[in-house]
């Protein structure tokens, strides 16, 4: 069944569908329970939407007493939203349905064949209804309309545009690294995350900043751009904008390796992974390098928790997730700061389009909730 143009659902029947988009499946006695409605109103909510074709019955749920309770989902054609991590070096996307279930997932280095992947993986979701909402991760500060400069909102746009999304669909942009830590919130473990940092450290270096289970954003659109921490600190040193980025990248890294490698040491290590692979087996110089970069690493960590206090630090990003970084953040935090636990990120390369990937689902659902449009991909 199509819907089209109906405006929003009513109130109670968004409240269902969101709702049963969170719980995959539930009878009506337990949208009832979780919405805090009536029984009455929650069937009412239920046949609006079985009308719109957005809920269908998935069997019977049998209680303890022998009483039986129909169970119901989203309908496949309510639709899916797809999310994608445009990285400088890589694209990877996700395809969702509204409740939650993976369709489809792929990855390219290739940049200037994103566009054909992604679309590729469009034309094969025909089936599953339309496409809600598009959520793109790029690694850029993306700033709202009222501070946004030309040059940075021409680069977020560029990158956007390169994917070559249908122009129906209603794309948010959010930077990667804040998308990262909402994955690290909903996906990352089963602890307490109500409040952390999400340090990235590879090629560039970033904070994804939750508190209370809400990302701060900040006035700009900025909190976590830590490149701008005023950097060097040290005296009759002038810092410089992006300077802490710049040492405490992957090239930065690898420039200062450079700088005190000698032929003593052997062949000159090509990229991070290689220099900390050589500290592992006790190689001298590749082992003090790695000792210094962690413990600038843990001072930038040790001056995020004297501001916000998070309790838990979680390193990501290529370099971040080194073991050999993972000590050496630790051991300077606790020479500098409050108690703070340090973990490494579980979910690795995968956290940016799994955080656009919740992003997704909540904008696809909303859509559904205030204006449920079908639209063609």
């Not at 369709?103 to 809600?132: F, H, N, V």
């Not at 956007?160 to 690290?184: D, G, Y």
């Not at 939750?210 to 990302?215: A, F, I, N, Q």
């Not at 090239?251 to 220099?275: C, F, I, K």
Request: hydrophobic letters at 45%; charged letters at 25%; a neutral charge.
């Amino acid at each position: 069944m199509a819907l089209s143009d109906s405006g929003p659902l009513s109130e109670s029947a968004g409240e269902v569908f969101a709702q049963l988009a969170a719980l995959a499946r539930a009878t009506r006695p337990r949208l009832a329970a979780a919405c805090a409605l009536s029984k009455p109103t929650v069937s009412a909510a239920i046949a609006e939407l079985e009308a719109a074709g957005l809920v269908e019955r998935d069997g019977t749920a049998h209680g303890s007493t022998g009483r039986s309770a129909a169970v119901y989902r989203l309908a496949r054609a309510a639709g899916y939203v797809l999310a994608v991590d445009r990285g400088s070096t890589q694209v990877s996307f996700r395809t969702i349905a509204l409740d939650g279930e993976l369709l489809d997932e792929d990855q390219t280095p290739r940049l200037d064949q994103a566009w054909s992947m992604i679309g590729a993986a469009l034309r094969r979701r025909r089936q599953d209804g339309p496409l809600r909402a598009a959520v793109v991760a790029v690694n850029d500060v993306v700033l709202p309309e009222i501070t946004a400069d030309a040059e940075t909102a021409e680069r977020v746009a560029g990158a956007v545009a390169s994917l070559r999304l249908p122009r129906s669909v209603p794309v948010a942009v959010e930077n990667n690294v804040n998308c990262a830590a909402i994955a690290e919130l909903h996906d990352g473990g089963d602890g307490d995350r109500d409040t952390f940092v999400y340090l990235q450290v590879g090629v560039g270096i970033g904070a994804g900043i939750v508190v209370g289970r809400r990302l701060l954003r900040g006035r700009n659109g900025a909190a976590g751009e830590i490149a701008r921490l005023a950097y060097p600190w040290a005296e009759r040193r002038e810092p410089g904008r992006e300077a802490l980025e710049a040492r405490l990248g992957s090239p930065g890294l690898m420039r200062q390796v450079g700088s005190v490698w000698s032929a003593a040491d052997g062949p000159l290590p090509q990229d991070p992974e290689a220099v900390f692979a050589l500290a592992a087996e006790g190689h001298a110089r590749a082992a003090a390098l790695v000792a210094e970069h962690a413990a600038e690493v843990g001072k930038v960590a040790a001056s995020l928790t004297a501001v916000l206090d998070p309790g838990l630090v979680i390193l990501g990003g290529g370099v971040g997730r080194n073991p050999l970084l993972t000590d050496g953040v630790r051991r300077t935090l606790e020479d500098l700061s409050w108690p703070t636990k340090v973990e490494v990120s579980r979910l690795g390369e995968r956290a940016t389009v799994l955080g656009a990937a919740h992003l997704a689902r909540e904008h696809g659902v909303n859509s559904v909730v205030t204006g449920a449009k079908w639209r063609s991909s």
